[in-house]
T-cell receptor
Framework: AQSVAQPEDQVNVAEGNPLTVKCTYS??????LFWYVQYPNRGLQFLLK??????LVKGSYGFEAEFNKSQTSFHLKKPSALVSDSALYFC??????????FGAGTILRVKS | GAGVSQSPSNKVTEKGKDVELRCDPI?????LYWYRQSLGQGLEFLIY????????KSGLPSDRFSAERTGGSVSTLTIQRTQQEDSAVYLC????????????FGQGTRLTVV
């Protein structure tokens, strides 16, 4: 069975500071990992994904994520947070041919 | 259209009534998902269609919920005898047959049961 854990309900950072939103996963076989963002009263937007290759993937709005196979993690990062990054972030995993499974989500609050 | 389209965008219904929610996926996408999101909370998986395979219905919360996908394209989620706890945003997503392309989400249907 596939599963995703986002251990933090909320992450608070100051504008300009680096941010990390954590995600760990469990899946049989090679994982395909995704991050999505949801702004208030908006749909889910795709940020980035890891399929294979380089463990550090870069995505939209300056976000990046690092795939760590030994720790089964795929943490979302950004070197310098913006107030406009405040949103709800979802990590998701899929094994080949299987459904897409989401974590519970993490609220990111960036304060000026 | 270019994206996933859901209708209606908002639906208010009386407790006990049946409702149908529609999803038009991106053309050519063989995978289609329904999720439920309550008050900005997490995404609750409901059902997954992939091509001609039997759908994964493991997330449907009760037998009041059902979904079908006609002709491998449009999908309808039906909720019978709606209850107040069914109030939520229902999100539809689609993706191509491969597992490496991200899923694309519609804007959702906000269902309110009064």
């Amino acid at each position: 069975a596939q599963s995703v854990a986002q251990p933090e309900d909320q992450v608070n950072v100051a504008e300009g500071n680096p941010l990390t939103v954590k995600c760990t996963y469990s899946v049989s076989g090679n994982p395909y990992l995704f991050w999505y963002v949801q702004y208030p009263n908006r749909g889910l937007q795709f940020l980035l994904k890891y399929i294979t290759g380089d463990n550090l993937v870069k995505g939209s709005y300056g976000f990046e994520a690092e795939f760590n196979k030994s720790q089964t993690s795929f943490h979302l990062k950004k070197p310098s947070a913006l107030v406009s990054d405040s949103a709800l972030y979802f990590c998701a995993v899929r094994a080949y041919g299987n459904k897409l499974v989401f974590g519970a989500g993490t609220i990111l609050r960036v304060k000026s | 259209g270019a994206g996933v389209s859901q209708s209606p965008s908002n639906k208010v219904t009386e407790k006990g009534k049946d409702v149908e929610l529609r999803c038009d996926p991106i053309s050519g996408h063989t995978a289609l998902y329904w999720y439920r999101q309550s008050l900005g909370q997490g995404l609750e998986f409901l059902i997954y269609f992939q091509g001609n395979s039997a759908p994964d219905k493991s997330g449907l919360p009760s037998d009041r919920f059902s979904a079908e996908r006609t002709g491998g394209s449009v999908s309808t989620l039906t909720i019978q005898r709606t209850q107040q706890e069914d109030s939520a945003v229902y999100l539809c997503a689609s993706s191509p047959w491969d597992s490496v392309t991200e899923a694309f989400f519609g804007q959702g249907t906000r269902l309110t049961v009064v």
